[in-house]
């Protein structure tokens, strides 16, 4: 997604639930489109990793500091792009993040529940518990007709869908 005098790099957020690869895929993206990558994770508060490792979910008012601390880094990179994960599971939430850092865009990463559930259970040293991902299901509100993004399945290897989340930026960008 290269930028032209008229285009500045976008800022990416790499969205979905737990599992669907936004830690794996986030940088390789990042790294395609030669531009800098920030965990998401890293911008949670210690109470919410603790409450999450205690297999407690998140509510809105817990996610408040940690969409504002995302949007205010994707603030900071408008004009020079980036990409950062973020569950974003809710509009709520992805408006909450347009108004830090307008011009936004997201990546859906979305799946079958089963091989999402398969990949969690595969993970070491995680604090998002498989337990957590009913919620986060129940909790997901897609993408609308009216955000900019775009949704890639997560079914095959970290590279196809590398391949497949790049070239959909991409034409989202033309």
């Known amino acids: 997604m290269s930028s032209t005098p008229h285009t500045a790099p976008p800022v990416v957020v790499v969205m979905g639930v737990a599992g669907t690869g936004k830690t794996t895929i986030g940088p390789k993206v990042a790294e395609a489109l030669g531009l800098p990558y920030a965990e998401g994770d890293d911008f949670h508060p210690a109470a ?8 407690v979910p998140l509510d809105d008012a817990d996610r408040e500091p940690w969409l504002d601390a995302i949007g205010e880094w994707a603030h900071g990179r408008a004009g020079r792009g980036g990409v950062v994960s973020s569950s974003a599971l809710k509009r709520s939430y992805r408006d909450r993040l347009r ?10 990463l979305t799946g079958d529940r089963a091989l999402i559930e398969e990949r969690m259970a595969g993970r070491r040293g995680h604090f998002m518990p498989t337990a957590l991902l009913d919620s986060q299901f129940a909790t997901l ?25 790049v070239e959909a930026l991409r034409r989202l960008a033309r």
């Open 48 to 55: 919410n990793v603790a409450k999450m490792s205690a297999g």
């Open 99 to 108: 108004a830090a850092a307008p011009g936004v865009v997201f990546l859906h």
């Open 141 to 165: 509100q897609p993408l609308e007709d009216d955000e900019a993004g775009v949704a890639v399945d997560v079914s095959g290897t970290p590279e196809e869908i590398t391949a497949r989340a």
